[in-house]
Structures are given as structure tokens and as C-alpha cells.
């Protein structure tokens, strides 16, 4: 491979300098992303493997971010699962018009298999690892089964909540039901994905950070664990991102994961105090500081380079996605100041 540096960063071997990619790297603030998106709908996106491993080459081209994540959505699991998933431009992001409101329902879910209901994934995979030709590793991903969940009971992004609030505190043992099918799923899914050529994964648990920290330990954290444990890893790194849980950084890690990825609000360098001799961090610029001038954002990048200090094991990331409409050349200047910053950590 001409570009291990992110592999060798999620191993904690030595690196010459910091890797860095971007979550949502293959997104609306690149003018090529929306030139593609302009003629077809986002899950024919998803879900034509050409497609998906055009978009989701343009941010190694174009950017020069050090690993290529795969262009899909988290929700193409529960939509094979048997639930109906509808993107309509303007409405506010995916929904499920028919959300999980009963035991029965969440019964009648489809365990399914991911090299058939799931395939395109598995095929858009293959094609964007050939495209690749070994210049940058490929990244496959899941949401994880809490935060899956919860867009299955809500039926969409919330404020509130309630429901699956209602669910996890009125009826537990019907949320647990859930998420055990839900990890199971996921972790069939990511297997697939591994076996289909991705060379790491990540679990998103966008929404674990709105349950108070116990519940978090009991409905997202032991399901991850428990995809984790499914996993056929093959030394493949498994990167865990759990948004707004700096809480609980240190039972993040303890469930093993080759990564932990960070957030904004947590300091990188207590992280690494705390947890950095087991396990590679991620992250964690705030995604809005693109917004500010290119000077502004190398002394931002400086800054984290500077808390984490010398060695290896942190791959440079933002702390969530970048933003749909942060300039493009800031995203670049970002990419240039942690690839320029990074090698006097590394001596």
C-alpha cells in the first residue's frame, strides 16, 4: 500500500506523521459530490456501487485525506431489516413514515442477510478497494445499534426523543429485544463489509449521547460490546465513535476497540492520559472551526497536534462530519495543516 499511515496509526505503530480523513468526507461541500447528486437521488447514490465508489474517491483525490471512507448511510440497515426509508429533498433528512411502536413489530424486523438485501454495499466496497489501487485504506462503517434504534422508534432526528425514551424506560425489555437484533445485524453486516475488502471499520453511536450515563452503559455501550465480540476482526481496527460520552471514555475503551474517536468536548490529551496506552484515539477538531480562516485553522490543528504530543496512535479527524457548506478550500487547508504540522510529533 502506498499510504498505511492511518492503518499504522490505529495500531499504534510508528508513523511518520499524523493521518487524517474527515467524517462525511464525501459530502455537499464539494462541488463534484453535488454535481453527481444533482442528477440522482441520494439512496440511488447508496445504492449503484459505481456511484457510490465515485463519491466516495473524490475526497482522497481532491482533499488528500489519508483514508477513504465508503459513501452509503447508517440506514440502509434497518431499510433492509424491512422498514420503508424515505429521502425527500428539504424534508429534514431521512424517515421511517411507519416507526417501531409495539413488541410485535419489532418482532417481525427481517434479520437479514447482508450479501443479499445488503449487496450493493458489498459490491460498491470491492469496486471502490480496486479503484484505490492500494494508495489509501478503505473504511466501512455501521451505525450502532442504539443509534439505529432510535431513528427506527422516532422515525426520524428528534429534539425530545420521546419515544424511544418511553421505550427504554416504560418497556426495557423490549428495547433490549431490539437492540439484540440490532447487533446482530450489524455485526453480520460488518463482517460482510470486512470480508468484502473494507481495511477498518467504524461504529457511529451518534445518539448515545442523549441517554443519562448509566442507561448509556446498559442500552448503547453493552451492544456495541456485543457487536465487538461478533466481529471476525482479522486484524482489521475497529474505530468506536460514541458523540457527546466523554463520560464514559474509559468503558468505551475498555470494550476493546482498536480506536475510540473523540468528539469536541473531550481533551485530547486527558484521553490519552486515561486510555492511551490500550487503544488509538480519533479526532477531534470542532467541524465548525472550518468555517474560520485557513490561519485560524492550522493554529486549531496546532493545538490538538500539541495535546496529544509526540508518538503515535491519533488519527487527526474532525469531532463529528464536516458540514455541508464549509468551504471547500478550507477543508483542504485543514488536510494541508495536519500533514505539514504533524512530523516534529513524530521524532
Excluded at 10 to 27: D, I, K, S
Excluded at 60 to 71: E, N
Excluded at 104 to 118: A, C, M, T
Excluded at 292 to 307: D, H, N, T
Aim: aromatic residues 8%; contains cysteine; neutral net charge.
Amino acid at each position: 500500500m502506498t499510504n498505511d499511515l492511518f492503518l499504522r496509526a490505529c495500531r499504534r505503530e510508528p508513523v511518520e506523521r499524523t493521518p487524517v480523513w474527515m467524517m462525511r468526507q464525501a459530502g455537499r461541500y464539494l462541488p463534484e459530490y453535488r454535481a453527481v447528486r444533482a442528477k440522482y437521488e441520494f439512496l440511488t447514490l447508496c445504492k449503484t456501487p459505481e456511484l457510490a465508489a465515485e463519491v466516495s474517491l473524490q475526497p482522497v483525490d481532491l482533499i488528500g485525506v489519508d483514508a477513504c471512507i465508503i459513501f452509503s448511510d447508517i440506514l440502509v440497515v434497518p431499510e433492509a431489516m424491512g422498514m420503508k426509508l424515505v429521502v425527500e429533498e428539504g424534508m429534514g433528512g431521512p424517515r421511517f413514515p411507519h416507526p417501531l411502536r409495539s413488541r410485535s413489530e419489532i418482532d417481525h424486523l427481517k434479520v437479514p442477510d447482508p450479501n443479499h438485501e445488503l449487496n450493493y454495499m458489498m459490491d460498491a466496497l470491492r469496486l471502490t478497494r480496486k479503484r484505490l489501487e492500494g494508495r489509501v485504506p478503505l473504511i466501512g462503517f455501521a451505525g450502532s445499534p442504539w443509534t439505529l434504534a432510535t431513528y427506527m422508534v422516532e422515525g426520524k432526528g428528534s429534539k425530545s426523543f420521546r419515544h424511544i425514551k418511553e421505550l427504554v424506560y416504560n418497556n426495557p425489555r423490549d428495547a433490549h429485544a431490539l437492540l439484540e437484533k440490532l447487533a446482530r445485524v450489524v455485526a453480520a453486516y460488518l463482517n460482510a463489509q470486512i470480508e468484502a475488502g473494507a481495511q477498518a471499520i467504524q461504529i457511529f453511536d451518534t445518539w448515545g449521547g442523549i441517554l443519562p450515563q448509566e442507561e448509556f452503559r446498559e442500552f448503547s455501550l453493552r451492544w456495541i460490546s456485543h457487536v465487538l465480540q461478533l466481529l471476525r476482526r482479522n486484524n482489521i481496527p475497529v474505530i468506536v465513535f460514541c458523540k457527546d460520552c466523554g463520560h464514559s471514555l474509559e468503558a468505551i475503551a475498555d470494550t476493546r476497540p482498536d480506536v475510540v474517536s473523540l468528539d469536541w468536548t473531550v481533551d485530547l490529551g486527558k484521553a490519552r492520559d486515561m486510555v492511551g496506552s490500550y487503544v488509538a484515539l480519533q479526532g477531534n477538531m470542532d467541524p465548525a472551526l472550518l468555517y474560520a480562516s485557513p490561519e485560524r485553522i492550522l493554529a486549531a490543528v496546532q493545538k490538538i497536534l500539541e495535546k496529544f504530543g509526540k508518538g503515535s496512535g491519533h488519527i487527526f479527524n474532525l469531532g463529528h462530519g464536516v458540514l455541508p457548506d464549509i468551504p471547500v478550500e478550507h477543508a483542504k487547508a485543514f488536510v494541508q495543516a495536519v500533514k505539514s504540522g504533524s512530523p516534529k510529533y513524530h521524532k
